[in-house]
């Protein structure tokens, strides 16, 4: 009799655990994600209603943290908007000596500095699939940025689709063949998208020395085009031959300023009347 109980609860016991194996493998999840140096992101939404958003980020000499948020989801009929609705957060802290463990917490979603973005816009291009949100923070640089602005600089430019920026994506290999649907993005946001490249020549080259290095100057470049024709602080421009790009920090109505760091810039090899452009065909 003791060896039928100690069988059967071996049998109970698999049969428990091929279930639930049977049952995970039955959850089908949908990834979004980016990833960039030493920091990223990724979106895991679940079959069955729930989600996982992980948020990492390391030192160059060690240290740093994970943090994933977990809740449940909600994507409308019309298959155009996500919600989140968070309600757990993990946080696993890294420290800088390697041989320390790292510290992990346990933390309702209901501190500002623990929260995340909650809605998000699905962008579609073929079987590309992008979320995007509005909500406005400061990232890598001083300007305040959101995931439509960063979208419109990777789409500008022709990055996308085969290069994406810090915001959410679910890529499918296969080449895209068709231009994106801009009609999908909101009036708020279409100013920084592009119907055609904007082209541009440089009108005045100044040299701007910070100290008596010689290394350490810019090259303040001012451009023939401005506000009355689309441009931007937002956005980058290039040469051809992509060796010479600058990034727009200044509007007027028609003419715009930008500064490029380039070591060996030279005048004499971009001259007044050189032309640039955000994308080359």
């Given amino acids: 009799m003791k060896y039928i109980i100690i069988l059967s ?8 655990k091929s279930s639930l194996k049977l049952e995970k493998q039955n959850i089908d999840t949908l990834k979004y994600s980016y990833k960039g140096f030493n920091n ?25 943290e994970r943090k994933k948020v977990f809740g449940t ?8 908007y996500l919600t989140l609705n968070p309600t757990l957060v993990e946080l696993t802290e890294y420290p800088i000596e390697r041989e320390m463990k790292p510290i992990i ?15 998000y816009q ?35 430019s022709g990055s996308e689709p085969e290069s994406s920026g810090m915001y959410l994506v679910n890529k499918v290999e296969d080449s895209i063949t068709s231009n994106f ?20 020549k440089i009108k005045s080259i100044e040299k701007i020395i910070y100290s008596k290095e010689e290394e350490d ?19 980058t421009l290039k040469t051809k031959d992509g060796s010479l790009f600058i990034e727009i920090d200044s509007v007027l109505k028609n003419k715009s300023f930008g500064r490029t760091y380039i070591p060996n810039f030279s005048p004499k090899k971009y001259p007044v009347g050189t032309e640039l452009r955000t994308k080359w065909e």
């Fill in 40 to 64: 990223g992101k990724k979106l895991s939404l679940l079959s069955n209603g729930k989600f996982i958003n992980e948020e990492y980020l390391f030192g160059c000499t060690g240290g740093g």
């Fill in 9 to 16: 609860f071996f049998i109970f016991s698999c049969t428990t």
């Fill in 122 to 156: 699905i962008l579609k291009w073929e079987k590309n699939r992008y979320l995007l949100s509005g909500f406005f923070y400061i990232g890598w640089s001083l300007e305040e940025d959101n995931d439509y602005i960063r979208f419109a600089n990777y789409l500008n």
């Fill in 181 to 200: 649907d801009l009609n999908q993005i909101p009036k708020k946001w279409e100013n920084f998208f592009l119907r055609k490249p904007i082209s541009a």
């Fill in 73 to 80: 989801y909600k994507i409308d009929s019309s298959d155009t």
């Fill in 217 to 235: 100057v810019s090259w303040l470049l001012e451009l023939n085009k401005g506000e009355n024709d689309l441009v931007n602080n937002r956005l």
């Fill in 105 to 119: 917490k346990t933390i309702k979603h209901n501190i500002d500095l623990l929260k995340i973005k909650t809605n």
